[in-house]
């Protein structure tokens, strides 16, 4: 028999087992191993909610089912689930929350639930007692062989109480240290956003600037040296256009990845954004072979990883770099100016031609600054266009017939100098410019053509064909505007095509599509322009309706001679005759040339060949040369020294 | 069927008596290998280590103060126990750090008691953290089943730290071996101590040291009601001359008493074989060697009496306190025969030892080191 005093010693022990830890699961378990110790329990589980339940009146609602178990020994968790489904049952109301329900004395109205508990009891072959845990749970405690004493239930009950206080303090400390864990989570990943690129998680351009310009201080304070390549794919643009961004990001966090492997632990890589990657190489000794090596074995590095095809998602494409190396303290102790004479030697690499490395000298700088002065006399030029000039370059059948021009710009700069488009063109795509241009571009090509309408023309003469860059092909009311311009122009809409590259098919599809379409509809032939050097040359042609095919000077170069240049104009011109387009052969300088493609069943050329690029009075004077001597068909050669061809 | 298939003792143990021994249980079908060792066998440790490492079959046991065979207690020789059935054994190291994770150590090791109804469980007595293993213990225990852990501490009665432990790397010490045995067993344990002064608030405990009861040092309060209640004084006999007569005693629910010697003292503080915990209520508790030679009688009829109905001879595993003996002094002879005495198999085998704290599953489920109590499991 147990004295009054064992009972107290039991409860002080109890009630002072609680709250021995502020953690849930180690204070449970210091009380729970007295709970099992002192009561002679075979086990004990606390199960808890997540969320208090909601008191709705007189009913109890648990906001969401039972999901933290606490149990010593561990429990199986059927039945785990066994003593929770008996729980809920029990928690009908009216329930006294105050009581514990247990079987051997039931203390709460609900008897007809009594044999739900003798079943389990009978089950399990064991005593079990449930208290509530005030709304946050409940515990249930496991006997084995013999009941406990009707008084100890009486004295668990205030117990437990306080266990349900202490449980609530531990899952509100719990949940306080989740929060300070997120905080600590978004504020470390705001640091990291903030110092790394999103896509290849490769330090940005804040970063590696931080660091630059700490290796610079510590390299000029312990006579360091290092390098800083500035790498730039390759037609990465185009990638980008024709198979989109998401297959563009892919092969730029493949390339991220690849770099990464390249480089030694103390080296940095960093994505400046776009395709534009940075690798530092530091704290190499003072000597410049040593300097000399690193680099160059980064450098061999960096091409092997070019030499094979790159997985970017589905696709294996072949992309290059272009690098432009600085080294420092040589070419910079600021990391600012670093970056930008390396920079600069890269769009010289680039402009010597994909898949180099250039390294910077200072001369460099010097080029860029006529770039810069090329974009700010464009400028000043675009204001008036009094400085550009159309002139056209005919096209012609196989049998001599003209068949139509294409209207080219030129440019004669501040000083009468003539700059190529080659030049001017990328830098007024790339500053914006170009929309301007494409606009008096296409007005003045109206306004030819408004004239050559007047004119006695060639009856085989059929339209003037004027370039459309995919940045003002792609404008909102594009087509509006154009017919605007024709309206204007007063010109018969048949009288004039358009030459798209395909980066400016793939841009935005179903838009592209649209216009196409569109443009069809008023009569203007839609031509797509260096056919062959686009990514997906195959997979779009059926889908826009288009007219003709301009196969790339590239492969019409020495196709006579050049079996692969051959190989892939007849494949050209197979695929264009069975979607049944027309083909027109670009940059066809000799006769040799000439005489390949016709033979390969390709019947209509432009190039040095048939004849330069005329300016405009000369195309008239052409025109009304041919109106008169129509039935004399011209022979290409004879052609070929009427108009002047540098080659003869 | 019993679970022994033969069991042998060598008197004069050496390492190729024990070989000679081995092959003659391995001959007789003996799957694993229960060995009893007393703490004076004339093997030393590299002896042990170069039979143990040799051996083919599953062996777990221990160094014990004195061994039990029968009606035998022995301060000599070693007690070979064949056993007819596989058992897996795992070896747990018991470090000092109190932070270690037993659980993380047992899902470590793979244990895994559901198709095991009985753990046997070996300590070097003297490891710490003891206690924090059986509690992670009875956490692993299948709960689904009617799992029951049994065992003992081995060591030394001198009380130094040596190695007890018989396991497949040798012998070793600071380590528990955990035997799953694919057999149900049956267990008794009393030990015949009754309150004779108390209860006292155990106001200050770390472990296994108590330094304050009732808010005052507590060796002053223990020495009081002893002097108060029998005629040593402290003064005059070692500490532990006088309370291994007055231990300990922690009641739970039930009005069982879990006994807590106190063997020590740390400054004020009792030190016990085994933890007293902080806010417990403790009795000071005698015996007689009536009392604890009927509380072994009845441990041994508790467990045959769980035992179903059988006609084969019974294995029983004796764990006894070596404090009991050292109390009842030339009675333990009466004890043993006592406890043999509710056997009336003829075949039955009594094996066992004299241990330091022994280890059994409570009537009602935790896992509890015991201290002065009998410890009977039968097969």
Sequence with gaps: MVGTLALIAIQHELGMAIGLDIRLKPMLRAFAMVCLNRLGLAGISVHLYREQVLEDGDSMQHSRPLDDVFSIPDMRASDLEDIQRLYTLLLQPPLDLQQPLQPQHPLQPQHQLQPLIEHYCEQHKEYLYLYPLDTI???????????????????????????????????????????????????????????????????????????????????????????????????????????????????????????????????IVARLGGDE??????????????????????????????????HAGEHLLQVSPSIGVALFPEHGTNAERLLRNADTAMYIAKAQGQNTAVFYEDRMSADLDIRLQVEKELQMAIKTCADFRMVYQPQYDHN????????????????????????????????????????????????????????????????????????????????????????????????????????????NINTTRDNISALQAQGIDVSIDDFGTGYSSLSYL????????????????????????????ETIIALANSLGLNVV??????????????KLNCYQYQGYYFSRPLEFTALCALMLNNAHDQSDKIKPASLNRRHNDPHH | MSIAIKTLLCV???????????????????????????????????????????????????????????????????????????????????????????????HDCGFDSTQNPTVMVMVDGLSSNIENLLEALYSNLDSGSDSRAVGAGAGSLSFTSTPCLFSAAGIITDSAMLMLLPAVCYLGVAHGWEIFAGP????????????????????????????????????????????????LGIINADGDLLVRDPITLDGNALVCVGEVPPNAMVYLLSGEPENLIAASAKAARTALSARPVTDNAPTAFLFDCISRRTFLKDQYPQQLA??????????????????????????????????????????
């Design chain 1, 137 to 267: 749970g409940f515990i249930a405690l496991r006997r084995k062989y013999r009941p406990l004493l009707p008084v100890y239930l009486e004295l668990l009950v205030p117990i437990f109480k306080r266990l349900a206080i202490s449980c609530q303090a531990s899952l509100e400390h719990e949940q306080l240290l989740i929060t300070i864990e997120a905080c600590k989570a978004a504020e470390s990943r705001i640091v990291f956003q903030l110092h790394h690129d999103d896509l290849t998680l490769l330090p940005n351009r804040r970063a590696l600037m931080e660091v630059l310009q700490r290796e610079l201080d510590d390299g000029e304070s312990q006579g360091l040296q290092g390098a800083l390549l500035f790498i730039d794919l390759d037609r990465f643009k185009a990638i980008n256009d024709t198979l989109g961004h998401l297959v563009g990001d892919e092969l730029l966090k493949a390339v991220a990845q690849a770099l990464q492997n390249t480089i030694r632990r103390e080296d």
């Design chain 1, 277 to 310: 990657f940075v690798v530092v190489l530091s704290k190499i000794k003072a000597g410049e072979d040593e300097l000399q090596r690193v680099v160059a074995n980064v450098l061999e590095k960096i091409r092997d990883i070019f030499a094979h095809s790159i």
């Design chain 1, 400 to 507: 001599g017939q003209i068949l139509g021009a294409e209207a080219l710009i030129r440019w004669k700069d501040r000083n009468g100098k003539e700059v190529s488009p080659a030049h001017f063109i990328p830098v007024a795509e790339e500053t914006g410019l170009m929309i301007e241009l494409g606009h008096w571009i296409m007005r003045e090509a109206c306004a030819h053509i408004h004239t050559l309408q007047k004119l006695p023309l060639p009856p085989s003469f059929k339209k003037v064909s004027v370039n459309v860059s995919a940045i003002q092909f792609n404008q909102p009311n594009y087509v509006q505007e154009l017919l605007k311009i024709i309206t204007h122009a007063a010109i018969t809409p048949q009288m004039l095509g358009i030459e798209l590259t395909e980066s400016a098919l793939i841009t």
């Design chain 1, 542 to 569: 059926n889908r826009f309706p288009i007219k003709t095919l301009k196969i790339d000077q590239a492969f019409v170069r020495n196709a006579n001679r050049d079996a692969g240049n051959r190989a892939i104009v």
């Design chain 1, 585 to 598: 052969a670009e940059g066809v300088e000799t006769f040799e040339e000439f005489d390949c493609l016709n």
């Design chain 2, 12 to 106: 004069e143990p050496s390492v190729t008596t024990l070989q000679t021994q081995l092959a003659e249980l391995i001959a007789a079908g003996a799957q694993s290998l229960m060995v009893l060792a007393c703490e004076d066998n004339g093997l030393t440790t590299a002896d042990w280590n170069l039979w143990l490492r040799a051996l083919e079959l599953p062996v777990f046991g221990g160094v014990f103060p004195q061994i039990i065979y029968g009606d035998q207690l022995l301060s000599t020789g070693v007690l070979l126990v064949g056993l007819r059935i596989p058992i897996e054994i795992h070896c747990i190291a018991l470090p000092a750090n109190p932070k270690t994770d037993w659980h993380q150590q047992l």
């Design chain 2, 200 to 247: 006292f608030l155990v106001t200050q405990a770390q472990g296994n040291q108590v330094q304050s009861l009732n808010y005052k040092p507590a060796f002053g309060v223990y020495r009081e009601a002893v002097e108060h209640n029998c005629d040593a004084r402290f003064d005059n006999q070692a500490f532990s001359e006088i309370s291994q007569n007055y231990p």
């Design chain 2, 338 to 379: 006592a406890v043999l005495g509710q056997f009336d198999h003829p075949d039955t085998l009594l094996v066992g030892a004299l241990s330091l704290g022994e280890i059994a599953s409570t009537g009602c489920g935790p896992i509890e080191l015991l201290n002065k109590s009998t410890v009977i499991v039968v097969f």
